[in-house]
């Protein structure tokens, strides 16, 4: 994904970017929401690696993110050159990103991946709350397991396996290109949805998904 270069002065521009992955900025909302983002804050096109709790918007980050322990984290059309990982009782809301690498999480509160995301490796999620896949592309495998939320998985290209074992919330997969097996075990309710395009086998649960 090619994103745009902003011209700052050599100063600024460090200060900015040391400034973004240390707190990112504040964030007011998710687009989740349904609200549009606000006006994001003039930063270096391109910034290191480390900690998000806040809003990163089209800049490109050199490494992994980590979303901290119960903070949220918006990837607003940014570049990760690494993986992200989302940590216990975070939130992380990707819309239109590129990360290079996996996403992963367990006992996250909320994951929504959207708006032409790309995700380079695997998207695994367990043992949390809800989580949205929508509109998007996993070039691995997309596991969702043990989650306790909300679960919906639409309008998605995934070249790997997906996977929705042991989970405990409404699942409802549609309208998704699966270049693997398409495997569901032991959820309650078991998930819905249909549309779905599966290269390899469909199992247990989502025999007729």
Excluded: W
Excluded at 55 to 83: Q, S
Excluded at 177 to 186: A, E, N, P
């Amino acid at each position: 994904m090619t994103k745009r270069t902003l011209s700052l002065f050599p100063v600024l521009a460090t200060v900015a970017a040391a400034a973004l992955l240390t707190s990112c900025s504040a964030a007011s909302g998710s687009f989740a929401t349904g609200d549009a983002p606000e006006t994001l804050p003039r930063v270096a096109s391109h910034t290191t690696a480390g900690h998000c709790d806040g809003r990163l918007g089209d800049v490109a980050v050199d490494g992994d993110v980590t979303v901290p322990a119960g903070a949220t984290c918006e990837l607003l059309g940014t570049t990760v050159e690494g993986n992200v990982s989302v940590g216990h009782g975070a939130r992380l809301y990707a819309r239109d990103a590129d990360i290079d690498g996996d996403i992963e999480g367990e006992g996250t509160a909320v994951v929504e991946v959207a708006d032409g995301t790309d995700v380079g490796g695997n998207l695994q999620l367990e043992a949390g709350g809800a989580a949205t896949v929508s509109d998007s592309h996993v070039d691995g495998d997309l596991s969702l397991e043990h989650q306790h939320g909300a679960l919906a998985v639409t309008g998605d290209t995934v070249r790997g396996n997906v996977e929705l074992d042991g989970n405990h919330g409404a699942a409802h997969l549609s309208h998704t290109r699966i270049g693997g097996d398409l495997s569901c075990q032991d959820s309650s309710p078991a998930p819905e949805g249909d549309g779905n395009t599966v290269s390899g086998d469909r199992e247990d649960q989502c025999r007729s998904r």
